[in-house]
């Protein structure tokens, strides 16, 4: 049976992507107790029993082991009254289960849910996206215009960009994008979220005209898929 439990988690070992990435430690780990568990209890085990179980009811308990009886005992009658209690009053009992059930079903509604939990690393990264007709020039404008605006934001420490494609800019749009780095200041002396500096840049860098720019917050584990472009694309018309 513990081979088998082995084997079953074994294949988690050799996993690829994110599923590898979240228990490849956690196989390893079980795996390796059930592979010790398997020895002590084929040798050491044995051992054992075969030197303290003779003669057992010819020895009398130890105060430890009357201590630990005693205890017990005690354990036990506490739980055989609480069970009277409840098996009396199955009324309240029943009133109890279903409000434990609908207490679940409410936190399962309002509990934000996600694979990862968020989380305030402290730096942001994103992008600006012009169409395929922006040129070189107008992107480092915009990459100006955009850096300036995130840092007057007074929850942000430095700002870096680049211009060109790649990374955050479209793929085969044939125009030039632009990647930014945002370190935020420590969260003591923002006290404001990651999440919440994104949402109070949105509707600033949507007034940037001609391009759409996107921020999200960097995470330790990343989910595998592209960037979320968590800021709205402006629609005024970009002046060449």
């Known amino acids: 049976m513990s081979l088998s439990l082995v084997a079953v988690f074994i294949p988690f070992m050799f996993a690829g992507g994110i599923v590898g990435r979240?228990?490849?430690?956690?196989?390893?780990?079980?795996?390796?107790?059930?592979?010790?568990?398997?020895?002590?209890?084929?040798?050491?085990?044995?051992?054992m029993?075969?030197?303290?179980?003779?003669?057992?009811?010819?020895?009398?308990p130890s105060k430890l082991g009357q201590a630990f009886e005693r205890n017990f005992e005690r354990f036990r009658r506490s739980y055989e009254s609480t069970l009277d209690w409840a098996l009396n009053h199955r009324r309240?009992?029943?009133?109890?289960?279903?409000?434990?059930?609908?207490?679940?079903?409410?936190?399962?509604?309002?509990?934000p849910k996600g694979f990862f939990p968020q989380q305030d690393t402290g730096q942001l990264q994103?992008?600006?996206?012009?169409?395929?007709?922006?040129?070189?020039?107008?992107?480092?404008?915009?990459?100006?215009?955009?850096?300036?605006?995130?840092?007057?934001?007074?929850?942000?420490?430095?700002?870096?960009?680049?211009v060109g494609s790649g990374g955050f800019g479209p793929s085969g749009s044939g125009g030039a994008s632009a990647n930014v780095t945002i370190a935020l200041k420590p969260l003591?002396?923002?006290?404001?979220?990651?999440?919440?500096?994104?949402?109070?840049l949105r509707p600033k860098l949507a007034r940037v005209a001609g391009?759409?720019?996107?921020?999200?917050?960097?995470?330790?584990?990343?989910?595998?898929?592209?960037?979320?472009?968590?800021l709205a694309v402006s629609v005024h018309p970009a002046r060449r």
């Open 92 to 111: 309240i009992m029943l009133t109890i289960l279903l409000m434990t059930i609908a207490l679940n079903f409410y936190l399962y509604i309002a509990i």
């Open 49 to 60: 029993c075969s030197l303290l179980l003779q003669g057992a009811k010819d020895h009398k």
């Open 126 to 162: 994103g992008g600006i996206r012009g169409d395929a007709a922006s040129s070189f020039q107008l992107m480092k404008a915009k990459l100006q215009e955009v850096a300036a605006i995130i840092q007057a934001d007074p929850a942000v420490n430095t700002v870096t960009g680049s």
């Open 211 to 230: 391009v759409g720019a996107f921020l999200q917050a960097v995470q330790d584990i990343g989910g595998g898929g592209g960037p979320v472009r968590e």
């Open 188 to 200: 003591k002396e923002r006290n404001i979220s990651a999440d919440l500096v994104i949402a109070r």
């Open 22 to 47: 979240i228990f490849r430690e956690f196989t390893v780990t079980l795996s390796v107790s059930i592979l010790i568990s398997l020895v002590i209890s084929l040798t050491t085990t044995p051992m």
